[in-house]
């Protein structure tokens, strides 16, 4: 992307749920990236979030997600492979090389014939020397494969960024020299081949649908280093519907005069002794108490709770009865799927919502806690229970996007709070 953008305009676009990858992205490139998966937005979700992003854009570069063929459970859903073939573009295969040669032969042989995947080129990662690549190219012309090598990435542990719990360092917390890692794709890699094989792509034709009822109403979204898990889709899907988008931060700002808060996810845990010195706090709990519609996912759910216990336990909004704790185990990774079995904030009784989760936390409830999504998929808060409500206060652990579940309850809610 890097490399690309010292001349042309483009799109980046990731396949899957994940929210860090595309902020390094959309920092790279100067533009919003986008998630493209199909198990949460589905095909149509897929197709028309691609069309609209990559308007304007010179060239789009979609980042798998895992392995190619690796999606839900056994199949092919939400898979890189599966994007790709619903939107019909061609693949880079990249192939870690360490101490292989005549070997990877086998592996782009089965890459290539296990599907219809459109694999148009090979990036060798990790090579050991020209001689390496040497080895390789030639082991692929003697078995036939006419899938041209475009580039070989010499091992580099200088180019890295560092990770924690939940993944990556977001976008702008590490001192990663994008200068020296554009130059270092541009020596290794063929761009001009990169752009012969995009150019060969043709851009699905899609009726892109209007959004409808609208709704002139002013929105809270809490953005900071503790709530960062936004997908670029809801915002947009949001203003498209006429909320005003209100920015604060609950670790420094008073909030802001609304009539409603989305509550991303993100990394309460780490700035805990901050959201419990901010005066947002109780500024949200009493907004709560007055019936604001408020949402939140994830993080955002540990926020608004009684307490969230890391080093020590830090005191929190207090909105919801249930207190939360960071532990060093995994609680939960996946896609979800959600049976709504009261009204919601967000949606009516009867509704199913997809999305994923992925948390290190637990969530320990009052026994009379009112849990309004039973998880047909996922593990939630408790066996299979998630989505805690008290007055207009909606947080689960569940994160979800606007093509899986429309805004419009929420924005009407807060439309009826203003008045």
């Known amino acids: 992307m890097s490399a690309l953008c010292k001349k042309y305009r483009v799109q980046p676009f990731k396949v899957g749920p994940d929210f860090i990858d595309p902020g390094h992205h959309t920092q790279i490139c100067g533009r919003a990236s986008r998630n493209l998966d199909s198990y949460i937005m589905g095909k149509d979700g897929v197709i028309e979030t691609f069309s609209r992003a990559s308007e304007g854009a010179d060239f789009c570069v979609i980042e798998g997600v895992m392995g190619l063929y690796d999606g839900l459970d056994a199949t092919e859903i939400a898979s890189t492979a599966h994007v790709a073939k619903i939107l019909d573009v061609p693949v880079l295969l990249v192939i870690d090389s360490r101490g292989v040669s005549r070997s990877l032969v086998a592996v782009v042989k089965g ?35 006419e899938i041209p090598i475009i580039g070989a990435l010499p091992k580099n542990k200088e180019l890295s960024i560092p990770s924690r719990h939940l993944g990556l360092h977001m976008a702008g917390e590490s001192d990663l020299d994008e200068r020296s890692l554009s130059e270092f794709i541009e020596k290794h890699i063929d761009i001009e081949a990169v752009k012969n094989i995009a150019n060969t792509f043709t851009a699905p034709v899609v009726e892109l649908k209007e959004p409808g009822e609208t709704f002139n109403v002013r929105l809270g979204i809490a953005q900071d280093s503790a709530f960062c898990f936004y997908y670029q889709d809801s915002l947009d899907a949001l203003k498209k519907k006429g909320a005003e988008l209100v920015f604060f931060s609950p670790m420094s700002d008073d909030l802001p005069n609304v009539d409603g808060i989305y509550l991303g996810g993100g990394y309460p845990e780490l700035y805990a002794k901050e959201l419990e010195a901010g005066r947002t706090r109780e500024q949200i709990k009493k907004a709560a108490e007055n019936g604001m519609p408020i949402y939140g996912e994830c993080g955002a759910l540990m926020y608004l709770c009684e307490t969230l216990e890391t080093d020590r336990t830090y005191k929190m909004a207090d909105i919801l009865g249930a207190r939360s704790r960071m532990t060093d185990k995994l609680q939960a990774l996946g896609y979800t799927e959600a049976q709504v079995v009261s009204d919601t904030p967000l949606s009516k009784k009867g509704t199913v919502i997809r999305g994923h989760e992925f948390h290190y936390s637990v969530t320990e409830c009052d026994r009379d806690a009112s849990f309004v999504y039973q998880l047909k998929r996922g593990k939630g808060i408790n066996d299979g229970k998630d989505g805690l409500m008290e007055h207009n206060t909606l947080a689960s652990y569940m994160h979800t996007h606007p093509a899986a579940v429309s805004f419009a309850e929420f924005l009407r809610l807060c439309r009826r709070y203003k008045a």
Not at 131 to 143: F, G, I, N
């Open 111 to 145: 890459f290539s014939e296990f599907d219809t995947v459109n694999i148009q080129g090979i990036i060798l990662n990790n090579v050991g020397s020209e001689k390496h690549v040497k080895l390789v190219r030639d082991s692929l012309t003697s078995a036939g494969i």
